[in-house]
């Protein structure tokens, strides 16, 4: 990661966290304040028994089929009465409300703010801000990716040129498919489902169609009609349950939901008492996330 | 007010407030729960001492050139140790160091969650979700009726029939030229950066110029070329300190400052550690204002 920046070196002076200890799948495992890499814990239970921490950090990549093993990695860490806090949206998405219940009987908190927007503030801003507000339903452009390669078709590249421009912007899974296929964009849509509607659905539950059957000549010809395309997630809850679907859907340009500049996501609540209001993150990067874990992460200390 | 919504009187139901007192310049004055209006208490003293509440809630039109008579007001209320929820903006814009310190002596609340943007969470998000960030400056889009002067003018009418046109949408302060000459969103700017960048200026310390200036032909022609215009608010540290401007700022008709549907607002801060990141209102209107006072008196409850 290189040298810090000023502000990140004076924060850390300000919140002294330790890290107790760092459990990789590439570089090893180390166990102490400061210590080096070494070999690979045997287990995840072995390596939280011995960092002895106060708040597990779970990070794992993403899996898009059933959240794990990010959810075990969850539940051992709850069992030993450890604070848990993920940007890994596939245990919010898959079980969050099993897992906010094992946090509540484990008396610890269970917090994961960078899951959606990177760290902008989406699931706080409903913990603590919105009192007495019944989310009704959402609507979000939470897909980099497919937006740059919407883009790229639109100046006349390939689908395939837009999957290669968003990997160089480091903002694409290792597969795109996930993205393009609309599945990051369902993971999504099904964590703030679970989180603010009480859902207790899994991405798989989540109508979805990707923009893998657009083409550089249809989207020039809508660009021409002033228009462009954009995957968006949307829940609404209606008399049979929370309906929740992602579509490649076509905008006016001008549409708030097709304005955001480059990687930025858009997010709007639909509520009873408060209309409709939102959040927006602008070109996000992993600073963003990093900083929704550190957010998490002071959250979960004692008041003051 | 006419009947409550159904939402409305539900969530009164789970936040039983009384009020203990009304005063106001044209119905005169009541006191006690229920009670009808009186003559008018001879002066703000008077009646905070027979209302007897635990929170004031201090709601007069704003002055835009002192913020009086609401300082003054919200100072009686301090003084009697009540808690204190405005949705004016005048005291934030004019004082809200020397007010936030006289609470602070006082040991209440101040609340003004609903000064900008109408009770989407803006000082709220501040108060609650960011430890450890800075703000470095904010740019916001904050003024409704401007922008419907400018869509009028753009569809081909006049600047009076723009100004008409928001008076009609209920949007526009009793003085239009306050909105179009800016100073609406001067004193917007001046209130965020008291809050959110210790400024202490007054918006008379802002650099604001409006749209009184636009003419229907140059917006027709900006419009040819894919532009238009949008006021804005921009806020920023300076190693001079906090430099402050409100403009009609020229701007592609994609950029997201000029996205915004109707009335709405948008502000995107810009910090330190979390980049740029924002807030969105869509059209809002007098219930979001109201949900706002609603929150700021939930935050000034003792925790459960």
């Not at 897909?143 to 590249?157: A, F």
């Not at 912007?169 to 999504?188: R, Y």
């Not at 083409?215 to 395309?229: A, F, H, W, Y």
Request: with cysteine; net charge neutral; proline share 5%.
């Amino acid at each position: 990661m290189g040298q810090a920046s000023r502000p990140a070196r004076v924060k850390r002076e300000q919140y002294p966290f330790t890290i107790t200890g760092i459990h990789t799948l590439r570089h090893g495992t180390a166990v102490g304040a400061g210590s080096e890499f070494g070999p690979r814990a045997a287990s995840i239970e072995e390596f939280l028994d011995s960092a002895r921490a106060d708040i597990a950090v779970e990070l794992t990549t993403l899996n898009p089929v059933d959240g794990e093993p990010a959810i075990s990695h969850i539940r051992a860490a709850f069992a030993r009465r450890m604070h848990v806090v993920t940007a890994n949206k596939g245990p919010i998405a898959h079980a969050y409300a099993a897992l906010r219940n094992a946090a509540v009987l484990a008396g610890v908190h269970f917090r994961f703010e960078s899951a959606v927007m990177d760290g902008t503030p989406v699931f706080n801003i409903w913990r603590h801000t919105m009192p007495g507000v019944r989310v009704l339903g959402f609507t979000g452009v939470l897909n980099s990716t497919s937006k740059v390669v919407v883009e790229t078709m639109e100046r006349g590249g390939t689908f395939e040129e837009g999957l290669a421009a968003a990997r160089a912007m480091g903002i694409t899974e290792a597969d795109g498919a996930f993205d393009v296929e609309g599945w990051d964009s369902a993971a999504k849509t099904a964590a703030l489902a679970n989180v603010l509607m009480d859902a207790e659905v899994t991405p798989q539950q989540v109508s979805t169609r990707g923009i893998t059957r657009m083409t550089p000549e249809r989207l020039r010809e809508m660009n021409d009609q002033g228009k462009t395309v954009r995957l968006v997630s949307r829940g609404r809850r209606t008399p049979g349950g929370v309906s929740l679907r992602v579509r490649a859907e076509v905008l006016p340009r001008q549409d708030l939901l097709a304005c955001t500049p480059g990687s930025s996501n858009l997010l709007l609540f639909h509520t009873d008492l408060m209309g409709t209001f939102g959040t927006v993150s602008i070109e996000p990067g992993v600073e963003q996330t990093a900083y929704g874990v550190f957010s998490d992460l002071v959250s979960c200390l004692p008041k003051m």
